[in-house]
């Protein structure tokens, strides 16, 4: 809202430069924006907190300033000229709905001349961003800024017998606001009627019918108090927010309603003439009960730890309406510890209810920079979440293989999540999203993953190694599920061509020795042919935890390949994608298994030999059969059984393949003889040939 | 083999050597030469025919020496050859030794001049990964509030609305509920609504449900608000939560644990200010400010000429939120806050649109080694 410093100087006697008091009560909670010139004046752009509809005027931010700077705020308490007739012999008020209107006030101003508002009036109004109308509709508005409270001017003659009918809307009513438009009310609204049909919404804006116009005479003036919920809902419900709408739905001042009328009206006659029949027609079922405050030093000093002098709490408390009264035993005793003040909740603080409330009251005004700074003491342990140091280990992990960390929101196409959806997944869908392209929770971490890489390769940025460790969501039932994933993508080239080596592409076996290096964290992985379908069918696998941790781990940890044709091309991918996906807490609680079972083995003090094998075998014979094969004899010796080269083609006849196992032999009690070296070889080269039809090259 | 002077593979007798008094000379003259022939050897293949000549385990001489001379002399020359042997031989062995040394040494320069290693051109680079700048900017705030004790925390980001606002003092209708603009899922009806929650502050009703006092604990994690995206709006971005409830935790234990935060983060010149401000589930509330830490406080663009920086919102827990999970708000008191770390890492490394965090672009990651 805005502020001009020479208004607010109207209520208080304030000599400081405007910049100082911006400073003074940005500090205090009212927060000033901006400090800007105005023909009518320096401005004041103040952003309001909720809580403080009080300060929607400037008497109430002058109230602020009074008890900033110590200085007396004035009353803005006035007596009015009236004529002999009194105001309830031509209008009647009557409440229909008192839950939703509180105070209605009516005054009449008969024989006004409406015209264009005074300079000095207009240059105010449109400082604050208004546009003049006329005379009377200024002068409500106008009392609206001044005192916070929003009043309403109806053309008295436009009003069915001149009544007032405070009710709740007729289902199906229709009205035309002043603004012109056509609005469709429900019985949750509160209306303004007259003998015949709506005439405004209440509080939110009145009706086009009964508006001030050049050629009316007659004045009766609406000054209330309705009930925020009902203002919120009913402003929200239309889409229709005012400066009275604002002003209630946050809580007007009850009190002020009556005050606001008369100002009102003296204003209204000083612009427009006319005379002001007697009296307010003034009807008040939600007259507020006063409420007493109890405000202690023992409470301030629990809350704030620091103390406040008793001639600061009540020159605090008393300049912002509280009327704070000393009730402990020895009330002569200055800053007693046991000091309490019964104070009153000031009609316009809607907000203060509790002895909380003044504590707040108080520091904000006495300063919170005025409380000294310490550290708590410390007692309890610190304490990481329980998976924090599994999962540093694996990012290091995934950093050391040349692995960026990225970070995406989770808002994905339904379209592009369907792509990589297993068909029993439900999805979570939002009920508002901001656009259909962001209307889904993501149902896995590589729908986002291959926009991140779509995103990079657009921007040519062709070699990639991304990873995310986030959360995936869907709904089991009604149930939303959040489960933690770790996404990998990788493409492009996993050396670049440089002057000390050649250039190397990544595939398929780059992810899966990848992802064993991350397994072996968790005790290693066993892997599977076969893959979701967003995976190339013959670059498609699956991964288990070697040993799970608990039962439900042995389900598939997660998979991983090449990303398939058919979504590739969907993201415009030109070049070969790779993705894996895999659930963490299973490897998060296979690491702590892990860990816990890591024991020292003894180091042979005896030499390793290592003996090479060629072999010449049939396609579609795998490694897992040759160690298999080996491991069968029962040797002990073998301590590891490793592919060093495979290739085909060349002197290599069709339907075969050349494979190169190294077998490396260890005894911890000896070191091997030529004669024990010889029988292993033997018989491992029986057992390839016997079961796997192996053919031993020569070497 | 044999010397060029003295001949090592006749016996002494053969050389008219009878006296003990004549090995002296012989093996002065001996060693004169094996001088000469270690000056001679100046670079490898020479120092080894050297070394053969001379210590070479069957022709070489000092083995012949022992073969030829000492083995066959009678018994009153072979106490003055032995002796005289035993002194040459560490000599020999010795300056042997030594000529390599010098050899491979003087090998070493020549080679460093011929083939010196160009250290404009690149080592073998393997490549390397990095963490994301938000994950750094947490680590980063979790270590300081480690340090204070903290125990770190998380909750789920899809919540009900008692979670997300009520529980924490926000009841429905409350204006403070606009500036928390919210999606919900779309439920079939009759269910608990859902909500993507806008704050972390939910997992404070959930760790007070959970525990007894004390309570200091910080919440990482994801957050969702329904605005449009721009360079300073993300509708997901990233808070930490911090709370702190014991029954000696003040305002003024509040304010250290700001300031602390504030130097550790951004630089211990970095000053700390408080405003008083409003949310509905802390009471007093304040803005926390900190000194511009570009210009030091006399304006900048990022202070926007005002020399603060607003941080984030804070405060004294409200006693009404203790009323929700059955905590004495008579006796017990605390304060919350809720950190923008995506905020505090565009501050601190003068990032200028949010968005950038969430494009995952390399050039910005590799930024951030
Ligand atoms: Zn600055």
């Known amino acids: 809202m805005k502020l001009l410093y020479n208004w607010i100087q109207e209520f208080v006697d304030v000599a400081a430069p405007a910049e100082e008091v911006r400073a003074r009560l940005s500090l205090a909670g009212i927060a000033i924006d901006a400090l800007e010139d105005s023909p009518a004046g320096p401005l004041l752009d103040a952003d309001l907190t909720t809580n403080r509809p009080d300060c929607l005027g400037h008497y109430g931010v002058a109230r602020e300033v009074a008890a900033l700077y110590r200085l007396r705020l004035k009353s803005v308490e006035m007596a009015l000229k009236e004529a002999a007739q009194k105001g309830d012999e031509v209008t009647r008020v009557e409440i229909e709905c008192p839950e939703l209107c509180g105070r209605y006030t009516a005054r009449v101003i008969r024989g006004v001349k409406v015209a264009p508002s005074p300079d000095w009036l207009r240059q105010r109004l449109e400082a604050l961003g208004q546009t003049p109308i006329n005379n009377v509709v200024d002068a409500t508005n106008y009392v609206l800024f001044e005192l916070g409270h929003p009043l309403h001017a109806f053309d008295l003659n436009q009003l ?251 808002h994905v196409d339904p379209e592009r999540d369907t792509l990589f959806r297993a068909e029993d997944i439900t999805p979570a869908r939002l009920a508002n999203p901001l656009a259909e392209d962001a209307s889904m929770l993501r ?162 003090r005896f030499p390793a030999v290592e003996r090479d094998f060629s072999l010449i075998l049939a396609d579609g014979t795998r490694l897992a059969q040759v160690v298999e094969a080996i491991h069968t004899l029962g040797i002990a010796e073998v301590s590891s059984i490793e592919a060093v080269d495979l290739f085909r083609g060349g002197q290599i006849p069709a339907g075969k393949f050349s494979l190169l196992v190294r077998v490396t032999f260890l005894s911890p009690d000896a070191t091997l003889t030529e004669a024990q070296l010889t029988g292993f070889t033997a018989c491992i080269v029986a057992a390839l040939e016997q079961n796997l039809g192996a053919v031993l090259r020569a070497t | 083999m044999t010397t060029k002077t003295i001949s090592v593979t006749q016996t002494l007798a053969q050389l008219g050597v009878t006296r003990p008094t004549q090995a002296s000379p012989l093996f002065a003259a001996l060693r004169r030469e094996f001088d000469r022939d270690a000056e001679a050897a100046r670079e490898e293949a020479g120092w080894k025919a050297f070394r053969d000549a001379w210590l070479g385990r069957k022709s070489g001489v000092l083995a012949q020496i022992t073969e030829n001379w000492l083995k066959p002399a009678p018994p009153e020359l072979k106490r003055a050859v032995g002796q005289a042997l035993n002194e040459l031989r560490p000599h020999v062995e010795a300056v042997v030794e030594a000529r390599r040394a010098a050899i491979e040494a003087g090998a070493e320069q020549a080679a460093a001049a011929r083939e010196r290693v160009d250290l404009s051109l690149p080592g073998v680079e393997r490549p390397i990964g990095s963490r994301h700048l938000i994950r750094q900017t947490f680590e980063e705030i979790e270590r300081i509030f480690l340090a204070l004790g903290y125990t770190v925390v998380e909750g789920p980001e899809i919540e009900t609305p008692y979670y997300n606002f009520e529980a924490l003092n926000i009841p429905e209708h409350h204006p403070a509920r606009d500036t928390m603009d919210t999606f919900y899922l779309h439920l079939p009806p009759g269910i608990t609504p859902r909500l993507l929650r806008t704050h972390t502050s939910p997992v404070q009703v959930h760790a007070m449900e959970a525990q007894k006092p004390p309570v200091r604990i910080i919440v990482p994690g994801k957050v969702y608000r329904r605005d449009n995206p721009d360079a300073t709006h993300s509708f997901m971005f990233h808070q930490v939560e911090g709370l702190a409830v014991d029954t000696d935790i003040t305002f003024c234990e509040f304010k250290g644990t700001v300031e602390y935060l504030v130097t550790q983060f951004f630089g211990p010149t970095v000053k700390t200010r408080l405003r008083p401000s409003y949310f509905p589930f802390t009471e007093p509330s304040a803005e926390v400010d900190a000194s511009c830490h570009v210009c030091g406080g006399s304006g900048c663009r990022t202070c926007k000429f005002s020399g603060w920086i607003e941080l984030f919102g804070a405060g004294m827990v409200d006693p009404a939120v203790y009323g929700f999970v059955n905590y004495d708000a008579k006796r017990l008191s605390g304060f919350a806050f809720g950190l923008g770390v995506d905020r505090f890492a565009m501050l601190k490394y003068g990032i200028n649109d949010i968005q950038l965090f969430f494009q995952n672009d390399v050039r910005f990651l590799r930024q951030f080694p």
């Open chain 1, 443 to 604: 149902t896995s971490g590589a729908v986002t993953m291959a926009a991140a890489l779509e995103w990079n390769l657009n921007r040519g940025q062709r070699n990639l190694r991304l990873f995310e460790i986030g959360q995936t969501y869907e709904l089991n039932g009604a149930q939303p599920v959040e489960t933690r994933v770790l996404t990998l993508g990788v493409t492009g080239l996993a050396r670049e061509k440089s002057i000390h080596e050649e250039a190397r592409a990544q595939t398929s076996a780059d992810l899966k020795g990848d992802l064993d290096q991350i397994g072996q964290l968790a005790g290693g992985l066993l892997w599977e042919p076969g893959g979701p379908e967003w995976l190339h069918p013959a670059r498609a696998a699956r991964f288990h935890l070697e040993h799970p941790a608990a039962p439900a781990d042995r389900a598939a940890l997660g998979c991983a390949g090449q990303l398939g044709r058919r979504v590739a091309e969907r993201f415009k991918l030109r070049q070969d994608v790779f993705l894996a996906e895999l659930r963490l807490d299973p490897l998060y609680a296979g690491d702590r298994a892990a860990r816990t079972a890591m024991r020292y083995a003894p180091l042979s």
């Open chain 1, 160 to 410: 069915a017998k001149g009544r007032i009918v405070v009710r709740r809307a007729r289902p199906g009513e229709k009205m035309k606001t002043l603004d012109g438009f056509e609005r469709a009310l429900t019985p949750e609204m509160c209306l303004i009627a007259d003998a015949a049909r709506a005439v405004a919404v209440a509080g939110v804006m009145g009706g086009a019918e009964s508006e001030i116009a050049f050629e009316s005479r007659n004045v009766l003036l609406e000054s209330a108090w309705f009930d925020p919920i009902s203002i919120r809902r009913t402003s929200k419900a239309l889409g229709l927010r005012t400066e009275a709408s604002t002003r209630f739905e946050r809580g007007a001042d009850p009190a002020m309603a009556e005050l606001a009328s008369r100002r009102c009206a003296a204003l209204i006659q000083q612009l427009a003439g006319g005379e002001i029949l007697a009296g307010v027609v003034d009807v008040y079922p939600g007259r507020p009960q006063p409420r007493k405050i109890e405000f202690t030093r023992k409470e301030l000093l629990r809350v704030m730890g620091g103390d406040v002098p008793d001639k600061e709490i009540e020159g605090i408390l008393s300049a912002l309406g509280f009327a704070p009264r000393r009730v402990d035993a020895t009330p002569g005793s200055r800053d007693s510890l046991m000091a309490a003040w019964e104070c009153r909740q000031p009609s316009w603080r809607a907000d203060a209810t509790r002895e909380i409330d003044l504590v707040e009251e108080v520091a904000r005004h006495y300063g919170f920079d005025k409380f000294p700074a310490r550290l708590p003491t410390v007692k309890q342990a610190a304490a990481r979440l329980p998976y924090a140091e599994a999962e540093d280990r694996m990012r290091e992990r995934l950093i050391g293989l040349g692995y960026r960390e990225i970070v995406t929101i989770p």
